[in-house]
């Protein structure tokens, strides 16, 4: 894919990731968006770069609310830069109550992600988990 634009979308109660973006090419983005209470977390993306991730809501998510680069081993046997994310940003995304997860995850492979005017909210898991791996 060489760009997506998800935008002004309603995700709710699925069993699976509410948003899930793998290997796209430049010029994505994921703009506001409702996504709640889905099972396998809110918004993650892999393999992907130059993705505007902004103005999005997530709440009460089982598993992060949005992963860049997280457990993408699970997706290394699909595709071969699935440990790649770089140049993503994250723009006043308001994300709450994610059960047993971060609010807010940059994985392993991260590179160049900026975070600008987020609102990570839960009283009991990490708010920003970066891995301590990154670049």
Do not use: W
Not at 15 to 22: D, M, N, S, W
Not at 102 to 129: C, F, H, M, P, R
Request: glycine residues 12%; negative net charge.
């Amino acid at each position: 894919m060489s760009f997506a634009d998800i935008r002004g979308n309603i995700v709710n109660g699925n069993e699976a990731v509410g948003i899930l973006l793998l290997e796209s090419g430049l010029d994505t983005k994921i703009v506001n968006n409702s996504v709640n209470g889905n099972y396998g977390g809110g918004i993650k993306i892999a393999g992907s770069g130059d993705t505007l991730i902004a103005g999005n809501l997530l709440d009460s998510n089982k598993g992060p609310g949005i992963s860049l680069c997280a457990e993408s081993q699970e997706f290394e046997e699909y595709f071969e830069d699935a440990n790649h994310c770089i140049s993503n940003e994250l723009i006043e995304n308001t994300v709450t109550a994610s059960a047993n997860a971060s609010e807010i995850y940059i994985g392993e492979g991260s590179v160049g992600t900026v975070l600008k005017g987020n609102v990570a909210a839960d009283e009991e898991d990490d708010q920003l988990l970066i891995d301590n791996q990154s670049p």
